[in-house]
């Protein structure tokens, strides 16, 4: 699918600008907004007209609020929603303090990586000062990471970004266990000596065990 470029702005880039857009990119969201307790949009990323995101954002923040106030059980408490529809998907994420992230995704979207979600929602909350959920038991940090395949097998790893640009991989080797299905992972070693795994989505995706821009 062909993205379209991102809308003209009407307000300055913030530091949560940088982490929209990285959410954008591993979504497929058309549209990706950082919203506080109040329903404003703090900041927003992609393709959407600003006003376009930041009525959609207002929208679903109230969706989440009835959630998370509903008197089933199933539901309240919530901390993210998703809708699919024919025109456009939405997914809402609840954060401290009454902040949510709003996405806006293509239409009859099945959803988005839970893997590139948690992502963003640690990002967002250390960057806005706001607690970070804790991870369960067992369960992994993941950071979306930007790999180029080899030429022959575009699913084993060749280059990373890392820092400023772009560094050659050497594959130490595929790993198994605790995968999910059409899921792979790789040990590697970069230029300088240090090491990562390096795991792929079915989609596409890939994310790195440790940050690979620091």
Known sequence: MTRRPPAPRDQHASPFTAVLERLCASTAALGAALVDGEGETVDYA???EPFDIRVTAAEWTVVLSLARQAPSSAISGAHLVMARGTLRSFAVVGLDEGYAIVL?????????????LAAVVQDLSEEAGLRVPARKPGEDRWYLAYVQGHASDRRRPARLQAGEGWEELAVLGRLGGGLGPGEQAYRVRLHGGRELTLLRERGGLWFADEDPRS
């Open 46 to 48: 992609g393709s959407l």
């Open 104 to 116: 806006a995704l293509p239409r009859r979207c099945f959803g988005a990586s839970p893997r590139a």
